[in-house]
Nanobody, 126 residues
Framework: QVVLVESGGRLVQAGGSLRLSCAAS????????MGWFRQAPGKEREFVAA????????WYDDSVKGRFTISRDNTKNMVYLQMHSLEPEDTAVYYC???????????????????WGQGTWITVSS
C-alpha cells in the first residue's frame, strides 16, 4: 500500500514562489512515476508535472514549463514541486500521485495514477 501526503500549500501573492512536498511511503518505488496534478474549483483535474523515480525523467504541462520544477529525493522518499512566478490561474488543490508501470511517456500526463494524496490548497492572490 502506497501512502502519499502533500504539504506546503498556502496563500501566496502573484509572482511569488512556493515549494510543495510529497512524502511517499510503501514498497520500493523503482518502477514508479510520481506526478503532480491540480484541480481548480469547477474544473477537471489536470496534469502539472511528473518524474520517474529511478531515471529522473520529467514531463511538464506547457502552462507551467519554465516556472515549475519537479524533483525527488530517493533517500527520503520525497517528491517536490518548486513553483516560481505564480499566477492567480495556478490557484487549485494540488495532488501528488504515484503509479507503477512501463512506457511512462504513454500515461504520465493522464490522471490514471493508482495512488493519490489528499491534496494541498494553493491560493494565488492578484
Amino acid at each position: 500500500q502506497v501512502v502519499l501526503v502533500e504539504s506546503g500549500g498556502r496563500l501566496v501573492q502573484a509572482g511569488g514562489s512556493l515549494r510543495l512536498s510529497c512524502a511517499a511511503s510503501g514498497p520500493t518505488f523503482d518502477t514508479y512515476a510520481m506526478g503532480w496534478f491540480r484541480q481548480a474549483p469547477g474544473k477537471e483535474r489536470e496534469f502539472v508535472a511528473a518524474i520517474t523515480w529511478t531515471e529522473g525523467d520529467t514531463w511538464y504541462d506547457d502552462s507551467v514549463k519554465g516556472r515549475f520544477t519537479i524533483s525527488r529525493d530517493n533517500t527520503k522518499n520525497m517528491v517536490y514541486l518548486q513553483m516560481h512566478s505564480l499566477e492567480p490561474e495556478d490557484t487549485a488543490v494540488y495532488y501528488c500521485a504515484a503509479h507503477s508501470g512501463r512506457n511512462y511517456y504513454k500515461w504520465v500526463r493522464k490522471p490514471i495514477y493508482r495512488y493519490w494524496g489528499q491534496g494541498t490548497w494553493i491560493t494565488v492572490s492578484s
